[in-house]
Nanobody, 123 residues
Framework: QVQLVESGGGLVQAGGSLRVSCTAS????????MGWFRQAPGKERDFVAA????????DYADSVKGRFTISRDNAKNTVYLQMNSLKPEDTAVYYC????????????????WGQGTQVTVSS
């Protein structure tokens, strides 16, 4: 069992930066792939970024490539999402997820989810 808690969301102006974090409980954090997904009101939950258990592999949605960076610190049981050059269309609830996903961007590969943190980008 893994419990995930996100933090670091908030309100930022377009063009600004924000870093969200996700801290996991449990001893198997380092064996899981970690992903970030987001869901805007009235829309489906979409893939944003993911990182393999070792950190050697990452994957990003086309909409955030070059602007967002995912990283992890297995010693701290924490995964980060650094978001730069934010746009109003990045506004959503951001969810952290853990799983044994073979394909990092596949939402079905993630078994554990956090409660989400709101990110709002004003124009």
């Amino acid at each position: 069992q893994v419990q995930l808690v996100e933090s670091g969301g908030g309100l930022v102006q377009a063009g600004g930066s924000l870093r969200v974090s996700c801290t996991a409980s449990g001893r198997r954090f380092s064996s899981y792939a970690m992903g970030w997904f987001r869901q805007a009101p009235g829309k489906e939950r979409d893939f944003v970024a993911a990182i393999s258990w070792s950190g050697a592999l990452t994957d990003y949605a086309d909409s955030v490539k070059g602007r967002f960076t995912i990283s992890r610190d297995n010693a701290k049981n924490t995964v980060y999402l650094q978001m730069n050059s934010l746009k109003p269309e990045d506004t959503a609830v951001y969810y952290c997820a853990a799983g044994v996903a073979q394909a990092l961007g596949n939402i079905r590969g993630y078994s554990y989810w956090g409660q989400g943190t709101q990110v709002t980008v004003s124009s």
